[in-house]
C-alpha cells in the first residue's frame, strides 16, 4: 500500500527548531517528487517545499532561508528542517507525493500530517 | 509568478444541485490545472488532475474543465458526504513553485 507518515511535530518557541519525518512505504521517496505543503489553523493550504527526484530543491518565498527539505533514500524518509521558527509558521505540515511533467505538478498521495506549534 | 483566483469562497447547496466553482489564473497554464477535496480534520485528496481528468476511484458527479486561464470545477448532483473544501492548484516551471486558490468552503442547505 503507498503510504506517507509523518512525524516529529510538536510546540516549540519562537526561534527555535525542529526537524519533521515522513516515512513513505509502497514506493521510492528518491524517485518521486515530494512536497510539503502547510495549512495553518482555519486557513488555506500552502505549499512549502519540493525536492526533484533528481535533488535539486526549490522554496515558497515565505520560508527561504529557513526551511530545508532532503531525504534519505536509504530509510526512504523525507525530512523537512525548520529553523529560526515564528508564530506564523504553526500550521499542520503535510508529506505529499507528486506526479511531474515540465509544465504540470500534482499531488497524488498526502499523509495526515503533523502539527506545529510555535509559542 | 503566476497568480490564481478561485470563487466563491463558500456556497450552499441542496442535495441534488449541481455546484460550479471557478479558477483563474493570472496567465495560460494551458490545461495544467488540478482540483483537490478536503473535508473537516482531514488531508487533502486528489480529485482532477490536467483540468479533466478524474483521478482513479473518484466519483464520476465530479467533472473538471477549462484551459488558459479559465477553468471549472462542477459536482452533478450534490450528496451529504461532499461537505469539504475545495481547492484549485497550479505549477509555475518559472520560478519552480506550487500555487494553490484561496478554497472554497461548500456546505450543504
Known amino acids: 500500500e503507498v503510504q506517507l507518515v509523518e512525524s516529529g511535530g510538536g510546540l516549540i518557541q519562537p526561534g527555535g527548531s525542529l526537524r519533521l519525518s515522513c516515512a513513505a512505504s509502497g514506493f521510492s521517496v528518491g524517485s518521486n517528487y515530494m512536497s510539503w505543503v502547510r495549512q495553518a489553523p482555519g486557513k488555506g493550504l500552502e505549499w512549502v517545499a519540493i525536492?526533484?527526484?533528481?535533488?535539486?530543491?526549490y522554496y515558497a518565498d515565505s520560508v527561504k532561508g529557513r526551511i530545508t527539505i532532503s531525504r534519505d533514500n536509504t530509510k526512504n524518509t523525507l525530512y523537512l528542517q525548520m529553523y529560526s521558527l515564528r508564530a506564523e509558521d504553526t500550521a499542520v505540515y503535510y508529506c505529499?507525493?507528486?506526479?511531474?511533467?515540465?509544465?504540470?505538478?500534482?499531488?497524488?498521495?498526502w499523509g495526515k500530517g503533523t502539527t506545529v506549534t510555535v509559542s | 509568478d503566476i497568480q490564481m483566483t478561485q470563487t466563491p469562497s463558500s456556497l450552499s447547496a441542496s442535495v441534488g444541485d449541481r455546484v460550479t466553482i471557478t479558477c483563474q489564473a493570472s496567465q495560460d497554464i494551458r490545461n495544467y490545472l488540478n482540483w483537490y477535496q478536503q473535508k473537516p480534520g482531514k488531508a487533502p485528496k486528489l480529485l482532477i488532475y490536467?483540468?479533466?481528468n478524474l483521478e482513479t476511484g473518484v466519483p464520476s458527479r465530479f467533472s473538471g474543465s477549462g484551459s488558459g486561464t479559465d477553468f471549472t470545477f462542477t459536482i452533478t448532483g450534490l450528496q451529504p458526504e461532499d461537505i469539504a473544501t475545495y481547492y484549485c492548484?497550479?505549477?509555475?516551471?518559472?520560478?519552480?513553485?506550487?500555487?494553490f486558490g484561496q478554497g472554497t468552503r461548500l456546505e450543504i442547505k
Open positions: 492548484q497550479l505549477y509555475d516551471n518559472v520560478p519552480r513553485t506550487i500555487t
Open positions: 505529499v507525493r507528486g506526479i511531474r511533467g515540465y509544465y504540470y505538478y500534482y499531488m497524488d498521495v
Open positions: 490536467d483540468a479533466s
Open positions: 525536492i526533484y527526484s533528481g535533488g535539486s530543491t
